[in-house]
């Protein structure tokens, strides 16, 4: 029904947001993520999406189409509800969620609040061929586990240094992407620190 919202933020958190539209205020959820992003915008556009039921209209926000995508995708598999949805997007970025689907990586999502082993498969065997299928390359572009296990203990590093996750995952993106070969806990540490310096 809302394909975007585009206003002014009088108010947010979070998990949620009040847009201000030509007058109209909207109570809009919206991940962590998305709250990373828009800080300091006094004026936004947030791709949205509704979910309608007997009792409620609940709209969700997103500061980007792709991770509106993914919501909706996640959605979609049984057991997940657009709570659960929400806290997997700000609890990982699209492309981690996009990694362990792929590389069938169970014990990656099971780390997110509520995602058992049963549902962390469920994700995996509804999503695996269609995040292929938009990922083709993503074999190739993805780490292994082995990777993960480095990139985690990277991250672990950051964050007690005092650096946002959100923003710490996304330097640890950047770096992962630019400097394919570094290996190293230290050596991702330290192009982490520079890309988090800029």
Do not use: C, W
């Not at 029904?1 to 205020?25: D, H, I, N, Q, W």
């Not at 209209?57 to 991770?67: D, R, W």
């Not at 996009?98 to 590389?103: N, P, S, T």
């Amino acid at each position: 029904m809302y394909a975007y919202l585009k206003g002014e933020v009088t108010f947010r958190s979070p998990a949620y947001v009040v847009m201000e539209v030509y007058g109209v205020g909207y109570h809009v959820n919206i991940p962590l993520s998305t709250f990373t992003a828009i800080q300091g915008q006094e004026k936004t556009t947030l791709y949205t999406h509704l979910i309608v039921k007997e009792d409620s209209h609940t709209l969700y926000g997103f500061a980007t189409q792709v991770e509106r995508s993914m919501f909706t995708q996640l959605i979609g598999v049984t057991g997940v509800g657009a709570t659960t949805a929400q806290l997997i997007l700000s609890s990982m970025t699209v492309d981690e969620v996009r990694a362990a689907v792929i590389g069938e990586q169970a014990h990656v999502l099971q780390r997110v609040k509520g995602i058992g082993a049963k549902t962390a498969k469920q994700i995996i065997l509804d999503l695996k061929n269609k995040l292929s299928k938009e990922a083709p390359e993503a074999g190739v572009m993805f780490p292994t586990a082995v990777d993960n296990a480095v990139r985690e203990e990277a991250l672990s590093a950051l964050m007690s240094l005092g650096f946002n996750r959100i923003a710490v995952q996304k330097a640890l993106n950047a770096v992962t992407k630019d400097h394919p070969n570094a290996a190293k806990v230290e050596e991702l540490v330290k192009l982490a620190l520079r890309a988090l310096a800029v």
